[in-house]
């Protein structure tokens, strides 16, 4: 592929194929591509995946698995959970933006120590202008896992303008009071690095608005409100 600088893409059937010998991770494929989509991925069977993480063994107490959405995976998910719970004495936790339906998937639900869960925006017309997709799934899984006691985090990224950030604070607040969840919820200004391009221009949050924000789920009763 021309547009590598490193030579280190290549077609195959179709299919763009990355060596990893090769990339020197300058990240021109992510800019040249429409879609902002890297081309740096490989197929791993899940003990593979454990061989990774086994030098690491003495250190840590648990994983997180993020993706994309690590649900769309859900049967190598539900295997890598086991694995790590039942061989290595491992806690997983799973970073989803909410699109996969967690009600169906009881038991990677049950085998996992909690989820860290997006809400972009709870108005669903705000949140379809963002995303591009409906946001019912989403505050589904909110209520879902909140109310059996494996939502471990709650985040919402505030971008001035682009939606009713006190509405979803706000709701997402009564949400979590009303299950009697003791999730975290993070309340994070938006930054411009590592976004796509279109995105790099909107504004970010003043510190006083994003605490602003954190009082007032204080002021609803949450106890666990973090600004970043």
Known sequence: VPACPAWALSQKEGQVVW????????GTCISMCPHSASPKTRLLSVGAVLNVIRPYLPF??????SGGECG???????????RAR??????????TNGSTDYSQLPELVDMAEGFMLDVKAWNAEEHEGLTGASNRM?????????RIGKLYEVRTVVVPGQFDAEQTVREVSRMLLSAASGARYKIIGFRPQGVRPQFQNLPR???????RLAG????MGLRDVVVV
């Open 19 to 26: 060596n990893s010998g090769l990339c020197t991770d300058c």
């Open 60 to 65: 840590i107490r648990g994983i997180t698995v």
């Open 72 to 82: 769309l995976q859900a049967p190598f998910m539900t295997a890598l959970v086991r």
């Open 86 to 95: 039942e061989g290595h004495q491992l806690g997983t936790l799973i970073d």
């Open 138 to 146: 989403v505050l589904r899984n909110l209520d879902f896992l909140a």
């Open 205 to 211: 949050p003043e510190l006083s608005y994003l605490e």
């Open 216 to 219: 007032l789920a204080r002021s």
